[in-house]
């Protein structure tokens, strides 16, 4: 059964940075689509951030400059550098992974807290 298990996320100080990170264990698929979504207190769940296997990234509009989005292949495992946090980036982060090619497959992470506070 796969598994998405991400890290990196944490409380940091509007400004500073972190690095989440996801990696995906228990079969063999590659994945066409990574990506991160987060989801903030009484709002839908939105996309931040994805890269495609060949390696083209789409950000939302509001962390585009800021987070970086980027995945090693080999190691199934997709990171998102977030520079330049402010208190309304502060949400819970789910990783994705996803194929559109046969067979079809879409997973999700359990999530991780990110807080911009001072």
């Known amino acids: 059964q796969l598994q998405l298990v991400e890290s990196g996320g944490g409380l940091v100080q509007p400004g500073g940075s972190l690095r989440l990170s996801c990696a995906a264990s228990?079969?063999?698929?590659?994945?066409?689509?990574m990506g991160w979504y987060r989801q903030a207190p009484g709002k839908q769940r939105e996309l931040v951030a994805t890269?495609?296997?060949?390696?083209?990234?789409k950000y939302a509009d509001s962390v585009k400059d800021r987070f970086t989005i980027s995945r090693d292949n080999a190691k199934k495992t997709v990171y998102l550098q977030m520079n330049s946090l402010k208190p309304e980036d502060t949400a819970v982060y789910y990783c994705?992974?996803?194929?559109?090619?046969?067979?079809?497959?879409?997973?999700w992470g359990q999530g991780t807290q990110v807080t911009v506070s001072s």
């Open positions: 228990g079969n063999s698929f590659s994945f066409d689509n």
């Open positions: 994705n992974a996803n194929r559109v090619t046969y067979p079809l497959r879409n997973y």
């Open positions: 890269i495609a296997s060949s390696g083209i990234s």
